[in-house]
């Protein structure tokens, strides 16, 4: 769902900025420190009441501020509706939409973004838990029944780590939690496994287009050897778990391995072509969003330009045109990024200075 209306509050170094992006491509351009990443934090903010950048809130309020807001008019259903975000230095989160209050879950399946800043990189060479929640990303959105598998799993395993480390294992306990354990999570990998099916092919076609020469492979793995069942790896386990005290093999060990022929993938290319790679990936996924949902995603495009060369810059900018998602793209230079649209793309132009917003 495109956001009409934005009004930041409290985030960075930005002066309240108010504003009415359009609903398919918003280019913000501004010197280094005017608060471009910090917009882009806003909005995905409102979506998921968190920053990409920090995990501590004191670091996304602005200095001297105890909370910060970020109010909106979203689209449903033909419909603007107000969205509101607002956290507090304490933790506490309180989201408004249409009147009603929100949960977290409820937040994210209203307003999905994809983001593409200097850290997703870490999509290809950062840790398997980036992985994990790029695939749960997906089917979260894909299947309503994900999140309480993913609850289920959580608590299993949360539980029979606890048995594991305090070592005093009652096995009438151990085996109430093995059964949930490995009942939510072979369901949680079978809706894993389908989704990276769905995303592979996606991925590969787009790939192609944005990286002519380079071909990689995308493979799943489940946090288990998958030729044996979750069940035979436990009972197998067992005695080494006792030993080290937590659940050895399973679903929270799950990764994506991208591969050049027989090289990992991160130890292969050079930083553009990781660029484009992750770029890939976050557009089969709003893709493969869009096919199931028929709604699109709002896209948050953090220093378009840097580490492309302008054939790709084009090209990845030819993509999000003809996707149909709202998009909010940063850049220093906006000419370097103007020339790539054509002429009827329905495009804002923004400026920032030292936190102050302007439409050019
Ligand atoms: N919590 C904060 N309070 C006030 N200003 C901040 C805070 N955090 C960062 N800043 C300042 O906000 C500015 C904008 O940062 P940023 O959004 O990263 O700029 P850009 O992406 O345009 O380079 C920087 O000058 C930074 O010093
Ligand atoms: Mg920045």
Known sequence: MPVSYLKISGVRNLQTP???????????????????????????????????????IRHLLTQGQ??????????????LRPLGVEKHLTGEIRVRFDGNS??????ASLLPVQVLYSGTFEL??????????????GCFHDDPIFISLWRGFRRALKQRNSLLKYGKINPLQMQVWDSEFLSFGEKLTAH??????????????????????????LGFYSGWDSKRSLEAVLADQSAREIQQGFTLSGPQRADIRFRCGSV??????????????????????GLVYRNETNRPCIYLVDDLPSELDEPHARLFCQFLEQSQDQCFITCVEPDSILKFWSPDTDLALFHLDAGSLSIR
Do not use: C, M
């Not at 105890?66 to 419909?79: C, I, M, T």
């Open 66 to 79: 105890s909370s910060a807001l970020v109010f909106s008019r979203v689209h449903d259903n033909e419909q």
């Open 18 to 56: 108010e504003f009415f992006p359009s609903s398919r491509i918003n280019i913000i351009s501004g010197a280094n420190g005017s608060g471009k990443t910090s917009i882009l934090e806003a909005i995905h903010f409102l979506s998921t009441t968190r920053s990409f950048r920090t995990h501590e």
């Open 102 to 107: 929100l949960d977290s879950a409820a937040l």
């Open 192 to 217: 894993r496994r389908a989704y990276i099916d769905k995303l592979r092919p996606e991925f590969i076609r787009i790939l192609q287009i944005l990286l002519q020469d380079v071909e990689v492979e």
């Open 264 to 285: 990992n993938a991160a130890d292969r290319l050079s930083r553009g072509q990781k660029k484009l790679v992750v770029s890939a990936l976050r557009l089969a996924q």
């Open 124 to 137: 290809l060479d950062g840790s398997p838990s980036t992985r994990r929640q790029f695939i749960d990303w």
